[in-house]
C-alpha cells in the first residue's frame, strides 16, 4: 500500500556538508571528524555518514557497538570510534567488527590488553566527571603496553566562557603526559570554536554539523539543515472568546482563522513550543496558539487567508530560535525528532 505521508523532514544535503567543511576550517591544521552517535543526532547515521565521507570526514564517533556496526559497510570500521568503550560481552564481535573502542576505566582497558585487542583509544577525564580515566586513577593504571591511537577527553563547558575551559586544557595535557598516543583530541563543536589551543590532532564536532549553532562563536558558520513540514488537516474560522486545544492555554482574543497540522510532540515538535513556536507559509509568519498535542498542531493563520487544507506548511526550526522559543536544548530538539516523518534528502 502507498499513502502519502502528512509529515516530512527535509533534510539539505549541501548543508551537512558545508557545515562540516566550516568545521574543518576551523579547525586549522588539525583533522576533523564528526559525532554520528544517537543515529547522527536524529537525522539518519546511514544517509549522514556517506554525505559526510565525501565531504572529507574520515573518523565517524558513536556511542553504542549496535550503532557502529550499523554504519559499518559505508565506511572502514577501523574508523569507527565506540565511545561507551567495551564489556567482556562485546570483547569479541569487537574484534569481528573492527571498530575501535574508546577505553573509559582501568577495568576496560585490562579487558582489552587481556584480549590482545591491538589498537585502541582512551578517554581521560580532565574534569567533567562523567567518564574516562580520572586525575585520581592516572598514576595507577598501566598503559605502557597500551597501543592508543587517539587520546581523548570532553569539555563539559565549551559553549560557555568560563575558567573550566582552561582548567581542563590543563588538565588534559598535563594527565596526557608521558603517554605516547598517536593522537589527542579535546573539542566538540562548541571547543572548535574555543581556538587552536583546543584543537590538537582531531577534532569531534556533532551538533554544529547538524545545524546547531553550539556557541556564539559559531553564529553564522553553520547552516540549518534539517527542515520539518507539515500538512494542513483543517481550518476554520473561530469566535472571539473560543478556547482553543487541550486545557484551553489559549482563548481567541478576537476573531480569528486558525488551522491544523499534522505535526506534534510524538513527532519531537515538543510541548516546549506550546504557545511560542512559528510556522511559516508562502512567507507568512504564522505563531502556534494553544498546546502542542501528540500528533496535532493549531495556528493562526488570520494573516494568511490563502492557507487551505492540504497545503505543506514549514515549521521554524532553526535551532538556536527554536531552543530559545521551546526552552529544550538544540540537542534534544534534534534527537527526539520522531521516525514517523520520512526523511528526505535534497
Ligand atoms: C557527543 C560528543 C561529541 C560531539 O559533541 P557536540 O557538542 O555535539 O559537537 C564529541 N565528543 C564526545 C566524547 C561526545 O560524546
Redesign the pocket.
Given at each position: 500500500m502507498k499513502f502519502s505521508p502528512a509529515l516530512r523532514l527535509r533534510l539539505d544535503g549541501e548543508a551537512l556538508a558545508a557545515n562540516w567543511t566550516s568545521m574543518a576550517q576551523l579547525s586549522g591544521t588539525a583533522e576533523t571528524g564528526a559525532?554520528v552517535?544517537a543515529d547522527a543526532?536524529g537525522l539518519g547515521a546511514r544517509a549522514v555518514v556517506p554525505r559526510l565521507w565525501k565531504a572529507g570526514c574520515r573518523e565517524y564517533?558513536v556511542?553504542h557497538w549496535g550503532e557502529a556496526e550499523a554504519i559499518a559497510d559505508l565506511v572502514p570500521a577501523a574508523r569507527i570510534a565506540v565511545?561507551n568503550g567495551i564489556t567482556e560481552a562485546d570483547i569479541a564481535p569487537a574484534l569481528q567488527l573492527g571498530a575501535i573502542p574508546?577505553l573509559n576505566t582501568p577495568h576496560q582497558i585490562a579487558l582489552w590488553k587481556a584480549a590482545g585487542g591491538g589498537r585502541c583509544h582512551v578517554?581521560l577525564d580532565s574534569g567533567m566527571n562523567r567518564?574516562g580515566i580520572g586525575a585520581e586513577q592516572i598514576s595507577s593504571t598501566d598503559m605502557a603496553s597500551l597501543q592508543i591511537d587517539l587520546l581523548?577527553s570532553?569539555l563539559a563547558s565549551?559553549?560557555e566562557d568560563v575558567a573550566q575551559n582552561r582548567d581542563q586544557l590543563e588538565t588534559f595535557i598535563a594527565m596526557a603526559e608521558g603517554l605516547r598516543p598517536r593522537r589527542k583530541?579535546l573539542?566538540?563543536?562548541?571547543?572548535?570554536a574555543l581556538g587552536p589551543d583546543y584543537h590538537f590532532d582531531l577534532t569531534?564536532?556533532?551538533?554544529?554539523?547538524y545545524g546547531?549553532v553550539?556557541s556564539t562563536g559559531l553564529t553564522g558558520k553553520v547552516r540549518q539543515t534539517v527542515f520539518p513540514q507539515a500538512c494542513v488537516l483543517q481550518t476554520r474560522t473561530i469566535r472571539a472568546g473560543a478556547r482553543i486545544g487541550y486545557n484551553a492555554t489559549y482563548v481567541a482574543p478576537v476573531d480569528m482563522r486558525t488551522a491544523t497540522l499534522a505535526i506534534g510532540y510524538a513527532d519531537g515538535y515538543l510541548r516546549g513550543f506550546s504557545n511560542s513556536g512559528t510556522v511559516h507559509f508562502q512567507g507568512i509568519p504564522m505563531p502556534v496558539v494553544g498546546r502542542v498535542s501528540m500528533d496535532l498542531l493549531i495556528v493562526d493563520a488570520t494573516n494568511c487567508p490563502q492557507l487551505a487544507e492540504g497545503d505543506w506548511v514549514d515549521i521554524d526550526f532553526e535551532l538556536s530560535a527554536a531552543s530559545t522559543a521551546s526552552a529544550v536544548s538544540q540537542?534534544e530538539l534534534l534527537t527526539t525528532l520522531g521516525k514517523r516523518a520520512g526523511r528526505r534528502w535534497e
Open positions: 559525532a552517535k543526532y564517533f556511542a565511545l574508546v578517554m567518564l581523548l570532553h565549551a559553549d583530541s573539542a566538540n563543536s562548541a571547543g572548535i569531534r564536532p556533532g551538533l554544529a554539523l546547531g553550539a540537542y
